[in-house]
């Protein structure tokens, strides 16, 4: 069963992200809570709480739990880097160490805060097979920066059924006049409640991507989860745009929005990673990209958080679904429901 807690996190954070209905938005619920993860095991007290909070109790069991198949290509990292200069705790490193793709690394962040920098995106890079070349821009890293824990993801599914590649064609969208629209017939999970369509479509490795149609236009987020636990099969005719999004954003303003605010402050206790009291985060970088054809998917998403020291079939006539104004997109692990994208999309 799909983690309520996990949902609402992603949900919670997608109205602070993207409170503009009208413009196209992409992160990954799975990235930011890993890096984020990561953050709560560093961190005590009331930073410790705050994060948690968002999180819910079982973030790390969602995430850990979250094994792609082998029939899908899927890469991620979860790494420390850390000035030589700092001391760390072994405990944290333990637990870094449970973690998948978990990795520790020094970075001469005092005396090549630039070169640091290339460090850490290239390594980025590497996991996401290029689509996330530069998640840290020029000046993310300075001189004063102490450590930085940094979670990068690829995904990349076919469908289980592929979109008939003849049957795309220009048809109209709201506010973009006509997109290239896939279609396609058959069974599918469909769902109707509290003003959303819901379709769930399955894809190879265990992951599928559910697109959430509003009645009328896009707005808040009520009523998604009641509609996703009411999924069921059904016959659909499925009209749905090929999609192209991407997105690079500093999330502390949001997230502070949302309530982890002490972690950014002077009363940030992170000594679980380190005993040095100085430490406090000063940003969370996140970049995600999501493409979406007749074949399948692919996606990538990184999540920095920047540390510094102080001084993501029925026989009845098939249900016709055609999704030709704003809609959500998730892109999920089907078991265990952690969401990978996470897409708002006005304009495909």
């Not at 991620?76 to 760390?88: C, D, F, I, K, R």
């Not at 490193?93 to 962040?109: E, M």
């Not at 998403?301 to 026989?315: D, I, K, N, Y």
């Amino acid at each position: 069963m799909p983690d309520r807690a996990h949902l609402t996190f992603a949900l919670t954070l997608h109205d602070a992200v993207a409170p503009d209905r009208t413009r196209n938005a992409c992160w990954s619920p799975y990235s930011v809570a890993a890096a984020l993860g990561l953050t709560a095991q560093a961190a005590r007290g009331e930073t410790e709480a705050e994060l948690v909070a968002l999180l819910g109790a079982d973030h790390a069991k969602v995430l850990k739990g979250a094994v792609v198949g082998d029939d899908a290509e899927f890469a991620v990292s979860n790494t420390l880097w850390a000035s030589e200069e700092l001391p760390l705790n072994e405990g944290f490193l333990t637990d870094l160490a449970g973690w998948p793709g978990a990795k520790a690394r020094s970075a001469p962040f005092a005396t090549d805060p630039e070169g640091s920098r290339k460090l850490i995106n290239a390594d980025v890079a590497e996991t996401t097979r290029g689509l996330v070349p530069e998640l840290l821009a020029a000046g993310a890293i300075t001189s004063d920066t102490a450590a930085t824990l940094v979670n990068a993801l690829y995904l990349k599914c076919a469908w289980r059924e592929e979109f008939p590649e003849h049957d795309t064609e220009e048809l109209p969208f709201r506010g973009a006049g006509t997109v290239a629209t896939m279609r396609r017939q058959g069974d599918m999970r469909y769902a109707r409640r509290d003003g959303w369509q819901a379709v769930a479509l399955p894809a190879r490795g265990g992951v599928e991507a559910v697109v959430l149609l509003p009645d009328g236009d896009l707005g808040g987020t009520e009523g998604v989860p009641e509609v996703l636990e009411a999924l069921e099969h059904d016959r659909v005719e499925l009209f749905l745009p090929k999609l192209d999004v991407s997105l690079n954003v500093t999330l502390a303003e949001a997230l502070q929005q949302v309530g982890v605010r002490t972690m950014f402050s002077r009363e940030a206790d992170l000594t679980g990673l380190s005993p040095d009291p100085r430490l406090h985060v000063d940003d969370v970088v996140h970049e995600a990209v999501l493409r979406l054809d007749e074949q399948g998917f692919e996606g990538a998403a990184a999540t920095a958080v920047v540390m510094r020291l102080t001084s993501f079939v029925p026989a009845e006539p098939a249900r016709t679904v055609r999704v030709d104004r704003p809609y959500l997109l998730l892109v999920r692990h089907a078991d265990t429901g952690a969401i990978f994208f996470l897409a708002q999309v006005a304009k495909p």
